[in-house]
């Protein structure tokens, strides 16, 4: 999987908008240096959401949960655009600051936490989590943060959806972000990456009922705790760098699981490989598609909705028609 990630990030260094090549002339350099930034924001990308996913269906007990399905990827918009607002209008103390990887990403870790903690409390039935009320606040949730979003691009000032904001909103790689924002993000991700990987036994242990979890050692609260954080950072950073995109921490883990087994120390890296590799497959299609119309580069997230869509509608058949049976 490595040596693939590795082969797919080449080719993706000679795509670019003018052909596919290595780039030559004076500024090869330069467009080098842009095409790896985005090579390597879409690898941060994808390994957040996948492994994100992989926490949230271990912190909630359900193999759909994932990051855009339970809102969190529509919440972390929703905090950097507020934050985007707070920062324009001059509200509050201390916003003179501007708008930086830290910034953002508070306010984007913010509303992926508050949607979590919402669709948490919701989505169980006298203290038990139901999965398919769990999946219903989750769409309801994105649907509301969905028109949170839209309320505050209808705002007036410079607060609202910048041009490029509309296909951001939509997954897509932000190509504006200065490296230092991108190599910040990418280093809270793979701390974050590594503090699960830490825990992966525990993991595997809180996949059984709370009694034998416990029997075995485990304290499922501080797991809970560190889980819960832990899928809001890396849910919030991805929005950063690349807006919402649906599905990646869903099919990843399930992905991960059928080529390396269900033991999260291996689950954890091989989804985060998985993601990588999709993201970056995706944005290779992307360029690709720009190449031949010349009309712009498709945002990834049409590429990831349509995959994960079908796959989210596979792996939710067993459920549905389980009260007719």
């Known amino acids: 999987m490595l040596l693939l990630l590795a082969g797919i990030f080449i080719f993706r260094l000679s795509l670019g908008s003018s052909g596919i090549g290595w780039p030559e002339g004076e500024f090869a350099d330069y467009f080098l240096q842009l095409r790896s930034l985005r090579g390597v924001e879409a690898i941060c990308v994808g390994a957040a959401l996948a492994v994100g996913g992989v926490a949230l269906q271990v912190l909630l007990r359900n193999p759909l949960a994932e990051p855009y399905i339970l809102g969190l990827s529509s919440g972390a918009a929703v905090g950097v655009m507020a934050q985007l607002l707070l920062v324009h209008s001059g509200l509050g103390i201390g916003l003179a600051i501007q708008s930086s990887a830290l910034a953002n990403h508070g306010g984007a870790l913010l509303g992926s936490l508050l949607s979590l903690v919402i669709v948490y409390l919701l989505g169980q039935r006298k203290g038990v989590i139901d999965p398919l009320g769990l999946l219903l606040v989750g769409v309801i949730l994105s649907s509301i943060n969905g028109s949170i979003i839209m309320l505050i691009n209808y705002i007036p000032g410079s607060a609202g959806l910048r041009e490029d904001m509309a296909r951001w909103m939509m997954g897509y790689l932000h190509e504006s972000l200065p490296s230092s924002t991108v190599w910040t993000i990418c280093i809270i991700t793979g701390i974050g990456i590594a503090v699960l990987w830490k825990f992966a036994a525990d993991m595997d ?36 760098l690349a807006g919402p995109i649906a599905f990646v921490g869903l099919v990843c883990p399930h992905l991960a699981r059928l080529l390396v087994g269900p033991t999260h120390l291996r689950v954890i890296p091989a989804s985060a490989l998985c993601g990588a590799i999709l993201i970056l497959v995706a944005d290779c299609f992307s360029t690709w598609i720009d190449i031949l119309t010349n009309r712009g580069r498709l945002p990834i997230g049409i590429f990831t909705a349509v995959i994960g869509g079908i796959s989210f509608l596979w792996l939710l058949r067993p459920q549905l028609g389980r009260n007719n049976s």
């Open 205 to 240: 242990a809180a996949t059984f009922p709370s009694d034998e979890a416990h029997s075995l050692g485990v304290r499922l609260k501080r797991l809970r705790i560190i889980l819960f954080l832990i899928s809001g950072i890396l849910a919030s950073g991805a929005v950063v």
